[in-house]
T-cell receptor, first 116, second 114 residues
Framework: EDQVTQSPEALRLQEGESSSLNCSYT??????LFWYRQDPGKGPEFLFT???AGEEKEKERLKATLTKKESFLHITAPKPEDSATYLC?????????????????FGQGTILTVHP | KAGVTQTPRYLIKTRGQQVTLSCSPI?????VSWYQQTPGQGLQFLFE???????NKGNFPGRFSGRQFSNSRSEMNVSTLELGDSALYLC?????????????FGPGTRLTVL
């Protein structure tokens, strides 16, 4: 069964204090790893997709990286508006090499709070 | 381009009732997936529809069902509501083109069962 574990559960940073969030995964075959941001009372907002080990993606103060067992979301010089829950999800390759249609397996998320 | 829309945004029902939630995907997206989000279980996959066919289903009881229409809009139905069905129900759409299977989520429907 596919599993995703995120750490830490909660992270409190001062504005400008860089850090990383971790996402460890177990999947039979990785189709893609996704990062989302979720604000209270809203749906998850898509950030990045990573497909293969060694891949990196950047967007503003965020950088996502992928290895064969885990992914990191690096936050450089965060601002209070970066405060949110960050979710990691995996999509597995289905039977006979096909995609496991539509199914994302999510971790529990990391609640990030950035203080001014 | 308009995002994923879900209606209604909030619902209050009592145990034993049934409920229907609606989702309109991003224009051109043909895949719609549904998820349940609770504080204890997080985000859990319910089912996925493509071209009016359910292609995948999560580990939920048969009380949870869905359908997709020819314009890709989707509905999910929960019958005989239980207190534990209180959750945020999220719909996500995807264009399903090659490697690019990103799912884009709507704002969700907050269901409260009393």
């Amino acid at each position: 069964e596919d599993q995703v574990t995120q750490s830490p559960e909660a992270l409190r940073l001062q504005e400008g204090e860089s850090s990383s969030l971790n996402c460890s995964y177990t999947v039979s075959g990785l189709r893609g790893l996704f990062w989302y941001r979720q604000d209270p009372g809203k749906g998850p907002e898509f950030l990045f997709t990573l497909y293969s080990a060694g891949e990196e993606k950047e967007k503003e103060r965020l950088k996502a990286t992928l290895t064969k067992k885990e992914s990191f979301l690096h936050i450089t010089a965060p601002k209070p508006e970066d405060s949110a829950t960050y979710l990691c999800a995996v999509q597995a390759v289905g039977n006979a090499g096909g995609t496991s249609y539509g199914k994302l397996t999510f971790g529990q998320g990391t609640i990030l709070t950035v203080h001014p | 381009k308009a995002g994923v829309t879900q209606t209604p945004r909030y619902l209050i029902k009592t145990r034993g009732q049934q409920v229907t939630l609606s989702c309109s995907p991003i224009s051109g997206h043909r895949s719609v997936s549904w998820y349940q989000q609770t504080p204890g279980q997080g985000l859990q996959f319910l089912f996925e529809y493509f071209s009016e066919t359910q292609r995948n289903k999560g580990n939920f009881p048969g009380r949870f069902s869905g359908r997709q229409f020819s314009n890709s809009r989707s509905e999910m139905n929960v019958s005989t509501l239980e207190l534990g069905d209180s959750a945020l129900y999220l719909c996500a759409s995807s264009s399903l083109g090659g490697r690019y299977n990103e799912q884009f989520f709507g704002p969700g429907t907050r269901l409260t069962v009393l």
